[in-house]
């Protein structure tokens, strides 16, 4: 079955290093990803999507890679500040007409000042 | 733009309690949205998806008579609780997609509904 798997253990930076968070997956070939920052209590936001036949995507200071032959994807968040604690979810197309998405568990970030 | 409002963002009932919960987009108009279950550091489950004028499509194991699901206008889809018991105490979020949108978009999610039943 398709599987999504984003690193459980919290990742903990000090600020203005550079963060990086990896989705890998497996028994699946999705056409896009996507990126969304959850803080507690609230909703998620959106962040990047990147398609299939797109290496890299960039907007201010983050940054998406999508590797179709690795099955991966690796979200970086450079000058990392700690307004940008929180947790990060990578989510991917249902592979199918609904436009559905599967999320993976997400990442908790925390930036130390 | 782009803003989903979900309402109330926080139940506490009594077990038997039937509860609604609204998803509105404010600002565009969604022919498509989704229903998300989530618990305490764990990921977003699919529940369902809402179709405006057709009757949703539930993920499996969801039961359809227990979580029921009306989208009834472009900018309103509501979920109701049935007869809420203890084990349906969870953080609800809702998404929308905009209506008329090609391809891959984001979604657009409300702040979510915590329910907590006793």
């Known amino acids: 079955s398709q599987k999504i798997e984003q690193n459980s253990e919290a990742l903990n930076i000090q600020e203005g290093k550079t963060a990086t968070l990896t989705c890998n997956y497996t028994n699946y070939s999705p056409a896009y990803l996507q990126w969304y920052r959850q803080d507690p209590g609230r909703g998620p936001v959106f962040l990047l999507l990147i398609r299939e036949n797109e290496k890299e995507k960039r907007k201010e200071r983050l940054k998406v890679t999508f590797d179709t032959t690795l099955k991966q994807s690796l979200f970086h968040i450079t000058a990392s500040q700690p307004a940008d604690s929180a947790t990060y979810l990578c989510?991917?197309?249902?592979?199918?007409?609904?436009?559905?998405?599967?999320f993976g568990s997400g990442t908790r970030l925390l930036v130390r000042p | 733009g782009a803003v989903v409002s979900q309402h109330p963002s926080r139940v506490i009932c009594k077990s038997g309690t039937s509860v609604k919960i609204e998803c509105r987009s404010l600002d565009f108009q969604a022919t498509t949205m989704f229903w998300y279950r989530q618990f305490p550091k764990q990921s977003l489950m699919l529940m369902a998806t809402s179709n405006e004028g057709s009757k949703a499509t539930y993920e499996q194991g969801v039961e359809k008579d227990k979580f029921l699901i009306n989208h009834a206008s472009l900018t309103l889809s509501t979920l109701t609780v049935t007869s809420a018991h203890p084990e349906d105490s969870s953080f609800y979020i809702c998404?929308?997609?905009?209506?008329?949108?090609?391809?891959?978009?984001?979604?657009?999610f409300g702040d979510g509904t915590r329910l907590s039943i006793l």
């Open positions: 989510a991917l197309d249902g592979m199918d007409s609904s436009y559905k998405l599967i």
């Open positions: 998404s929308a997609r905009v209506a008329g949108a090609f391809g891959n978009q984001p979604q657009h």
